[in-house]
């Protein structure tokens, strides 16, 4: 069974105190891994797509990478407004488009 | 978000009772999904579409169906709603394999009295 799993499920960190967090992943044939990021009472944003095992994407003070069992997201020198839920989601070859969500890390990033 | 609206935002309704919500794009992409969104369990898919009248089930899709009659709206129905479907549900689009991530709508709550 195709599944996801994030951790932590909570992180709360200091303005300016560098983190990942984690998405381990089993799935039979990977068509891509996704990042999205969600605000209260809102729907996810994306943020990135990983296709294949050491590719790496960034965006301001993310940086997202990829193993071939799991992924990270790095948060560097963080600010408040990175505050907010992290999803982690997965494409398998044998599923078509459909998405599997993990359960999210929500970050909480105090000044 | 720009290129999807989900209506209505918010809506209560009685255990029993038909309820249908909306799925609106403006960027003629060939996929739209509808998952729900509960604590706990996170994301899961209820039905996907991938074409006019081309619809599929997802992981949860007992007592909900779809309808896509045209390329830009795609409908969740619950014949009729019980609490257990008191949930966040959010309608999202794509372009297709490789292309990408999703887009998602801003969500519906819906909650079932």
């Known amino acids: 069974e195709d599944q996801v799993t994030q951790s932590p499920e909570a992180l709360r960190l200091q303005e300016g105190e560098s983190s990942s967090l984690n998405c381990s992943y089993t799935?039979?044939?990977?068509?891509?891994l996704f990042w999205y990021r969600q605000d209260p009472g809102k729907g996810p944003e994306f943020l990135f797509t990983?296709?294949?095992a050491g590719e790496e994407k960034e965006k301001e003070r993310l940086k997202a990478t990829l193993t071939k069992k799991e992924s990270f997201l790095h948060i560097t020198a963080p600010k408040p407004e990175d505050s907010a839920t992290y999803l982690c989601?997965?494409?398998?070859?044998?599923?078509?488009?459909?998405?599997?969500f993990g359960k999210g890390t929500t970050l909480s990033v105090s000044s | 978000d720009a290129g999807i609206t989900q209506s209505p935002r918010h809506k209560v309704t009685e255990t029993g009772t038909p309820v249908t919500l909306r799925c609106h794009q403006t960027e003629n992409h060939r996929y739209m999904y509808w998952y729900r969104q509960d604590p706990g369990h996170g994301l899961r898919l209820i039905h996907y579409?991938?074409?006019?009248?081309?619809?599929d089930k997802g992981e949860v899709s007992d007592g909900y169906s779809v309808s896509r009659s045209k390329t830009e709206d795609f409908l969740l129905t619950l014949e009729s709603a019980t609490s257990s479907q008191t949930s966040v549900y959010f309608c999202?689009?794509?372009?297709?394999?490789?292309?990408?991530?999703?887009?998602f709508g801003s969500g519906t709550r819906l909650t079932v009295v």
């Open positions: 990983l296709y294949s």
């Open positions: 989601a997965v494409q398998a070859r044998q599923a078509g488009t459909a998405l599997i």
């Open positions: 579409s991938y074409g006019v009248k081309d619809t």
């Open positions: 799935v039979s044939g990977l068509r891509g």
């Open positions: 999202a689009i794509s372009e297709g394999l490789g292309q990408g991530g999703y887009t």
